[in-house]
């Protein structure tokens, strides 16, 4: 199974801040990624496919980057409505493995 | 609109059998695979398998090959995931999403189960 390193566990920031999150894989996936976030008793939403594709309706805040094993989500400019919990999820092989998540809180 | 829609939420006793639902509308059921996904209280999320209603062609995580079972009747646009003898640990919410080619993009609202004596 490929493993999803996801880091960090939580993170504290401020409206306004860059935020960085990352995953890395246990082996190569290509660019077979996307990145979800979930707010409390919600289903998850897509941000963003195949490492770095822009989900339609998904604020330009929003980027994904990289490809192989090192994918880092980016929050431009974190918003109020941004505080949530953050998930990859690698598609390439079987089973299909999500990181473990990022938990974003108020500062 | 394309959507899932899941039934709702169960409460069963430990070694009770379960079948949850998640019925797809808006779109052609048949040439989309269907996954599921499990987070426990307080806790991450969890791939469990994916069946392609077309062919009934399954695939599992090994965590939980042989504990869950993956279905789909396509006549009615159905997925379906059952457990033959529930455990405390199977209280969760259970998503049902579909993919796209880009993993899961559609997202159903959630199935909650809880097990307990």
């Known amino acids: 199974d490929i493993q999803m390193t996801q880091s960090p566990s939580s993170l504290s920031a401020s409206v306004g801040d860059r935020v960085t999150i990352t995953c890395r894989a246990s082996q190569g996936i290509l660019n077979d990624l996307g990145w979800y976030q979930q707010k409390p008793g919600k289903a998850p939403k897509r941000l963003i496919y195949?490492?770095?594709s822009l989900q339609s309706g998904v604020p330009s805040r929003f980027s994904g980057s990289g490809s192989g094993t090192e994918f880092t989500l980016t929050i431009s400019s974190l918003q109020p409505e941004d505080f949530a919990t953050y998930y990859c999820l690698q598609h390439n092989s079987y089973p299909w493995t999500f990181g473990q998540g990022t938990k974003v809180e108020i500062k | 609109e394309v959507q899932l829609v899941q039934s709702g939420a169960e409460v069963k006793k430990p070694g009770e059998s379960l079948k949850i639902s998640c019925k797809g509308s808006g779109y052609s059921f048949t040439i989309y695979w269907i996954g599921w996904v499990r987070q426990m209280p307080g806790k991450g999320l969890e791939w469990m398998g994916i069946i392609y209603p077309g062919d009934s062609d399954t695939r599992y995580s090994p965590s939980f090959q042989g504990q869950v079972t993956i279905s789909a009747d396509k006549s009615i646009s159905t997925a379906y995931l059952q457990w033959s003898s529930l455990k405390a640990s199977d209280t969760a919410m259970y998503f049902c999403?579909?993919?796209?080619?880009?993993?899961?993009?559609?997202w159903g609202q959630g199935t909650m189960v809880t097990v307990s004596s």
């Open positions: 195949a490492a770095s």
């Open positions: 999403a579909r993919a796209d080619g880009y993993a899961f993009h559609i």
